[in-house]
């Protein structure tokens, strides 16, 4: 995605399909905006997803 304000919102979605993987390639804002929305979901049935984060 072009912008990191769209991460959390495709993070969310992907989780609630069932990721265990999250791919996280960008920036200081991307990597942070999609570690928050990980960090939203510990204690509930998604928690279960990793990450993978790849600095551009």
Do not use: H, Y
């Not at 912008?3 to 990721?19: D, I, T, W």
């Not at 791919?23 to 929305?37: E, H, K």
């Amino acid at each position: 995605m072009p912008k990191s304000r769209e991460a959390p919102k495709k993070v969310r979605k992907a989780l609630n399909k069932g990721a265990e993987l999250i791919f996280v390639w960008g920036g200081d804002g991307m990597v942070q905006r999609c570690a928050d929305a990980l960090a939203g979901t510990i204690g509930s049935s998604r928690s279960n997803a990793n990450a993978s984060v790849t600095p551009r």
